[in-house]
């Protein structure tokens, strides 16, 4: 290699170090500028939803509405009921039928030793109801 062309080839190296330093700069802050430009278009938004709510909250009867919803106040010369314990479909609960006929639901704690037993051994079933009848015995 002659001495000429390791020149050219030194100085395209060093021009090429010497001009990657400001390229990577610019390409960061082309990219901090998007973000910073998606930030703005959000803040916008939000900005225009929260001047719709302020602008909301400035209307007397909107603020009366809410008063009446959040806090339950009425006018003077109003009456206001409110159901208290309302059933949820409807029917009578006197003529409930009871959940568990055949006694209370076993504890979590026993339900949970029960199959940890049971992994040990994979061929018997899993029991998980109790064996045992707990209530009237018509017999």
Known sequence: MSLKAFAIALTLVLGFLGISQPLHQWWAQQREYSAILSQ???AKIVNEELSGEL???SDKSYVASQARARLHYVQPGEIQYQVVDAPDDG???SSAEAVHEQGPPRPW???IADTADAADDPNPPIHLEPSVK???NEE
């Open 40 to 42: 703005i278009e959000q």
């Open 55 to 57: 602008d909301r909250w």
């Open 91 to 93: 029917t009578d609960q």
């Open 109 to 111: 704690y026993l339900v």
């Open 134 to 136: 707990v209530g009237n």
